[in-house]
């Protein structure tokens, strides 16, 4: 039994010292593009890899989340403006990236742009609440990875789509999960599709983090039910609902603890491992 239990531990540091060997060269003439820079995973990653070193496109929705940005980062770091819901846009976006990286292709894209808004009973809400979410957590990340892809080729990079532990579970109603569900589906087939070029798709599926994304109070669903449907839920319902939506904001008890994890020392190196098991400038 000693000598097996020897064996696995000296197994898993084997494996574990051959995996942190693995590095990333010339990080600096390396491109990654990421949607929704103007808060929360976007935008810590985006600072995180300009401290690696690699060339960060931010995509920000806002010119003020854009101006933040390079107010905190190096001259390496590019912004610019771009709404997922918008294929003008896209297409606009494009051209700048094609400008950017040059011959080099786009190393990485990561589709981190997102939306919740609303969670509740699915029959509390109307297609268009469940439209909202789609277009930009399913079509916006379909859109800019299509846009996108001969660069991605030219590189055989890599696309980060990150989804949710929704995307596994769905803990409420409203398109959030169904959203998930399909980014991971896209997800799969693409990686099937684009392995034969060398490009690789992955995903994340992060918990409750305190990433500065809504979720709507129920009561705005609430106040335009009929008197009926009101009546067969009841107000105790409704307070669930309200304190499952708290769960999930900064106030909540566990996403704070898990906001402050962010700042623990050693915790940005975890991340940065998404990319690589150790890289070096």
């Not at 960060?56 to 854009?66: D, F, M, N, P, S």
């Not at 896209?90 to 808004?117: C, D, F, P, S, Y």
């Not at 906001?259 to 190196?269: E, K, L, N, Q, V």
Request: proline share 4%; aromatic share 10%; net charge positive.
């Amino acid at each position: 039994m000693w000598l097996w239990l020897a064996l696995a531990v000296l197994a898993y540091f084997v494996i574990r010292w051959y995996r942190e060997r693995q590095t990333v060269d010339n990080l600096r003439e390396k491109h990654v593009l990421i949607t929704g820079c103007d808060s929360g995973f976007g935008n810590q990653l985006a600072r995180q890899l300009d401290l690696l070193g690699l060339r960060v496109l931010a995509a920000c929705l806002t010119q003020e989340g854009a101006d933040k940005m390079e107010e905190v980062t190096s001259d390496r770091l590019k912004t610019t403006i771009l709404d997922v819901t918008s294929t003008e846009s896209v297409a606009a976006a494009t051209e700048w990236v094609k400008e950017q990286v040059g011959h080099r292709g786009l190393w990485g894209l990561v589709n981190n742009a997102g939306i919740l808004l609303f969670m509740g009973p699915n029959e509390w809400l109307t297609k268009d609440n469940f439209k909202n979410v789609l277009e930009v957590n399913l079509l916006g990340a379909v859109d800019v990875t299509l846009h996108l892809l001969p660069l991605l080729r030219k590189a055989q990079g890599r696309v980060v789509n990150v989804s949710s532990i929704a995307g596994r579970v769905a803990y409420s109603g409203g398109g959030y999960s169904p959203s998930k569900f399909a980014l991971e589906a896209f997800s799969d087939s693409l990686r099937r599709e684009l392995r034969p070029f060398g490009v690789k798709v992955s995903i994340i599926e992060p918990g409750n983090f305190q990433t500065g994304i809504k979720v709507l109070p129920p009561t705005i669903l609430w106040k335009k039910l009929p008197a009926e449907i009101r009546e067969l839920y009841g107000v105790e319902y409704l307070n669930n609902c309200d304190r499952d939506r708290k769960f999930l904001q900064p106030e909540g008890k566990i996403q704070s603890w898990r906001s402050a994890w962010d700042y623990i020392p050693g915790a940005d190196r975890a991340k940065s491992k998404v990319w690589a098991k150790k890289t070096k400038k």
